[in-house]
């Protein structure tokens, strides 16, 4: 529920879709019309791990964001290896994001460098439209101004 928190004070419109589980998430993310512009991710999930969820995740266009407690170098190497674009450890209280240099910050400059920096045709699947390409959402899209 942090990223919900967070979320909420944001001054951009977001649609978020939480799942309560990794067997809820496999669900949501297997639905043809539901179209998300990025995964954040919790390893320690019920049902179903957050390994599991990144195993079998089947829009493998879309990028993932691992955001979980777990300081583990393995945690870390392990779900970079399933496919993450970047690992983030959970700060322990949502004051932690409102600090100078809180992950808050992090996370925008790892979609500037991770997500930004893949290829200009590479195809996305963002919540707010039709299949498009990352050249296209960096012309076009206003929240990706100035990242």
Do not use: C, W
């Amino acid at each position: 529920m942090l990223i919900h928190d967070i979320i909420g004070e944001l001054s951009i419109p977001v649609n978020l879709h939480l799942a309560r589980d990794g067997e809820q998430a496999l669900l949501m993310l297997s639905d043809h019309l539901f179209e998300p512009d990025l995964v954040i991710l919790d390893l320690n999930l019920p049902k179903i791990s957050g390994y599991e969820v990144l195993e079998r995740r089947p829009l493998r266009t879309v990028p993932v964001v691992v955001f979980t407690g777990s300081i583990s170098e393995a945690d870390i190497q392990r779900s970079l290896n399933l496919g993450a674009q970047e690992y983030f450890r959970k700060p322990l209280d949502l004051n932690a994001y409102r600090e100078p240099g809180g992950d808050g910050r992090q996370i925008l400059r790892s979609i500037r460098d991770k997500v930004l920096t893949l290829p200009e045709e590479a195809t996305v699947v963002p919540g707010h439209g039709p299949r498009t390409t990352i050249g296209r959402e960096k012309e076009r899209n206003p929240f990706l101004t100035g990242l």
